[in-house]
């Protein structure tokens, strides 16, 4: 079936406005996790979802940063007022049932997100 | 608090060769997972490999094995017969017992023809 879906692909905004990306999971994952990969670094926590559970969003920098999924489904991770030090690739991954280690998290192919 | 290092930010390898990333970690519990993700310039991570701590015998996947010393807390991965294709960032990443994932920093892995 289908992998994790990612869009944009690439996106360039200006400093200050919003962005909204969007991750269309595997298809019957559970799981859904957000990462943040800054140029030349490696994979920095943002959010997790985890079927009808509070979703744990002790990842996110800062409260310009938010996340929404409905149900088992798509979710979208919402950045509002961009600043410069934003400009990322933001890597959306899913797995079956919690992810713990023995239930892999699948990738999507990100989003590069440029602000100038 | 557990961590994940990789000391190599870039490795060359001839093609056809064999090459060996190193991976070590800081961990307090016994049981756990180790994963080698392979992200080429498509930016997908892709899963190459994954270890359980609990299982002494290293895992194999066709050209791409793992050599894991528990004791050391060392999880190198280790690529036979290197093709142009395997270029790419390497990370070696952590779970115990949770969804939060540690990742290393990466591996740049060139393939030379």
């Known amino acids: 079936g289908a992998g994790v879906s990612q869009s944009p692909s690439n996106k360039v905004t200006e400093k200050g406005k919003d962005v909204e990306l969007r991750c269309d999971p595997i298809?019957?994952?559970?799981?859904l996790y957000w990462y943040r990969q800054r140029l030349g670094q490696g994979l920095e926590f943002l959010i997790y979802f985890q079927g009808n559970s509070a979703p744990d969003k002790s990842g996110l920098p800062s409260d310009r940063f938010s996340a929404e999924r409905t149900g088992e489904s798509v979710s979208t991770l919402t950045i509002q007022r961009t600043q410069q030090e934003d400009s990322a690739v933001y890597l959306c991954?899913?797995?079956?049932?919690?992810?713990?280690?023995?239930?892999?998290?699948?990738f999507g192919d990100g989003t590069r997100l440029s602000i100038l | 608090a557990q961590t994940v290092t990789q000391s190599q930010p870039e490795m060359s390898v001839q093609e056809a060769e064999t090459v060996t990333l190193s991976c070590t970690y800081d961990?307090?519990?016994?049981?756990?997972?180790l994963f080698w993700y392979k992200q080429p310039p498509s930016r997908q991570m892709i899963l190459v490999i994954r270890q359980e701590a609990y299982k002494q015998q290293n895992a194999t996947e066709n050209r791409f094995s793992v050599n894991f010393q528990k004791a050391a807390k060392s999880f190198s991965l280790k690529i036979s017969d290197s093709q142009l294709g395997d270029a790419a960032m390497y990370f070696c990443?952590?779970?115990?017992?949770?969804?939060?994932?540690?990742f290393g920093t990466g591996t740049r892995l060139k393939v030379l023809a």
């Open positions: 990443a952590y779970a115990a017992g949770t969804y939060k994932y540690i």
């Open positions: 991954a899913s797995s079956l049932g919690g992810g713990q280690g023995n239930q892999p998290q699948h």
């Open positions: 298809s019957g994952h559970t799981a």
């Open positions: 961990t307090s519990e016994s049981d756990y997972y």
